[in-house]
């Protein structure tokens, strides 16, 4: 059983405000939810993580619904660079190396 | 900021040859380090972790004796694959735990791509 459920693409055009939902209906009172993003012939770059609530930093920002089953990676004004695969990873944090499960995560294509 | 640097990006090797790779972590205390494989289809294996105090740990289907790790400090590591054939083509990824402060954020080099001919 998959530990998140993200959708399999998204597509946007530059400056808009993109949202990239991610379902984890089991996840632990442990455990937290982290966001990486990955383009073609490069490793995963970490973006944000968060428990609950809201995170955001100068990249993006993550919302946690109440009951932390679903979180959204949001993306203001975005450009041709932030076409990439984003993964959504849910892991206990004291175990984050090792214990990171990527998914086929979501793949945003950003046109001019 | 936390940065982990891989050498080389690619390699090309003939295949029952061996390539060894390099993975450096910068600005940081990487208490540990772990190595995966992104094969051609985009899915990742975890290869091997270690831990600080601990010895290295291979995951099923990963093997030290084909993939050697040496770990001098966790701020450096390198992995050797052996007689490498076409199975083994891929992106192999390091990534390093920043151990101190607030964060237990896992950062991953650029990878170093390995094409068996």
């Known amino acids: 059983l998959a530990k998140t459920t993200q959708p399999p693409s998204m597509e946007a055009y530059e400056g808009q405000e993109v949202n990239v939902s991610c379902s984890h209906t089991n996840i632990a009172t442990s455990e937290y939810i982290y966001w990486y993003r990955q383009v073609p012939h490069q490793g995963p770059q970490f973006i944000i993580q968060?428990?609950?609530d809201y995170v955001v930093n100068e990249v993006a920002s993550l919302f946690i619904s109440a009951d932390r089953k679903l979180s959204t990676l949001s993306l203001p004004w975005v450009s041709l660079r932030d076409a990439a695969v984003y993964y959504c990873?849910?892991?206990?944090?004291?175990?984050?190396?090792?214990?990171?499960?990527f998914g086929r995560g979501t793949r945003l294509q950003v046109y001019a | 900021g936390a940065l982990v640097y891989q050498y080389p990006r690619r390699t090309i090797c003939k295949s029952g040859t061996s390539m060894r790779m390099e993975c450096q972590a910068v600005?940081?205390?990487?208490?540990?380090v772990a190595w995966y494989r992104q094969s051609p289809q985009k899915t990742f294996e975890l290869i091997a972790l270690?831990?600080?105090?601990?010895?290295?740990?291979?995951e099923q289907n990963f093997t030290q004796e084909k993939f050697p790790i040496s770990h001098p400090n966790l701020s450096f590591s390198s992995m050797t694959v052996l007689n490498a054939y076409l199975e083994d083509r891929g992106l192999y990824l390091c990534?390093?735990?920043?151990?101190?402060?607030?964060?237990?954020?896992?950062?991953f080099g650029e990878g170093s791509r390995l094409i068996v001919v």
């Open positions: 968060g428990y609950k």
């Open positions: 600005g940081f205390q990487a208490t540990s």
């Open positions: 990534g390093a735990r920043e151990g101190t402060g607030a964060g237990n954020t896992l950062y």
């Open positions: 270690s831990t600080v105090n601990s010895a290295i740990k291979y």
């Open positions: 990873i849910v892991t206990d944090r004291a175990q984050v190396v090792g214990q990171l499960t």
